[in-house]
């Protein structure tokens, strides 16, 4: 797995408000990570870790501008890689085939639409959504697959629409994951499945780095452990298929052999960087 420089910047004067967790209601916590401009807690309810303050829905929208699409557009050759190597953890193929025979996919935060463009190709019928409107743009007008350009909530597909849903690095990105899930509960299909990957914090570099863990950072909001994603999951109605973690030492931060065998171990253990779950509607 290659480093990448995650995308942090925390706008200047941005107005952000103290909020209990979404997850569980609660609006008991304690000081968690204090990353200066912004800070983490801990849900005493469920044990999230989360952003409080936090900055409110319609300005976090804001922030995935063109900015952020040039970061997007630069990384895009690593994100693919990276999406592709999880997909191929939790044995995609080998669940659903590979081909998509005009099934349906659909990527939530597709970014330039990379991994539609891949699936398409694999005969799959593609729908991206995409909240940073230059992306979707470019990805419309260069790959030739259909983004929304804006939340899940406004694409307001119809129930039931799609065999695969995946999203990958985008839940903890979301001020409110409950109702998120629960639409992307809504639009799969009956046995569809649901593929989420976020970062890891039961992960030793969570809990090594702690408020220097380069997934604590300004646009992240909640930071699942394993079972926090599990809950979130089971309680929308979705029956866990399977879970990888991945990324057991950043590149640079040890020699090589010595992160194999990290990357290896942390497989084995689940305290990989980066988690995936799969999940499946009911038949
Ligand atoms: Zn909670």
Avoid at 69 to 76: A, C, T
Avoid at 92 to 100: I, M, N, S, T, Y
Avoid at 265 to 275: A, C, E, I, S
Wanted: proline share 4%; hydrophobic share 40%; glycine share 10%.
């Amino acid at each position: 797995m290659s480093e990448i420089k995650t995308y942090s910047s925390r706008p200047v004067g941005e107005e952000s408000r103290l909020t209990a967790c979404d997850l569980c209601g609660s609006a008991d916590f304690q000081p968690h990570w204090d990353c200066h401009e912004f800070a983490f807690v801990r849900c005493l309810g469920c044990g999230v870790i989360y952003q409080n303050p936090q900055p409110l829905a319609d300005l976090v929208l804001k922030r995935y501008d063109q900015q952020y699409f040039d970061y997007e557009k630069s990384n895009e050759a690593s994100f693919l890689q990276l999406m592709r190597l999880g997909l191929k953890d939790i044995r995609f193929e080998r669940r659903l085939g590979r081909a998509g025979e005009g099934r349906t996919f659909l990527d939530i935060g597709c970014a330039t639409g990379m991994l539609l463009e891949v699936m398409k190709g694999q005969g799959w019928q593609v729908q991206g959504v995409e909240v940073c409107a230059a992306s979707a743009s470019w990805g419309r007008s260069q790959r030739g697959v259909e983004i929304f350009p804006g939340t899940l909530d406004e694409a307001g597909f119809p129930d039931k629409s799609f065999d695969v849903i995946h999203f990958s690095h985008l839940i903890e990105h979301v001020n409110y994951p409950r109702r998120f899930m629960a639409e992307v509960a809504r639009l799969v299909k009956p046995s569809g499945w649901v593929l989420v990957t976020t970062p890891n914090t039961d992960g030793w570099q969570a809990r090594w780095f702690g408020p220097h863990w380069r997934s604590a950072i300004a646009d992240h909001l909640y930071l699942f452990s394993r079972s926090n994603l599990a809950q979130l999951l089971t309680s929308s109605g979705l029956q866990l298929r399977a879970f990888r973690t991945w990324g057991g030492l950043a590149r640079g931060l040890g020699n090589p052999l010595k992160k194999a065998i990290l990357d290896r171990l942390v497989k084995v253990l689940g305290t990989g960087d980066v988690m995936m779950m799969a999940a499946q509607a009911p038949a």
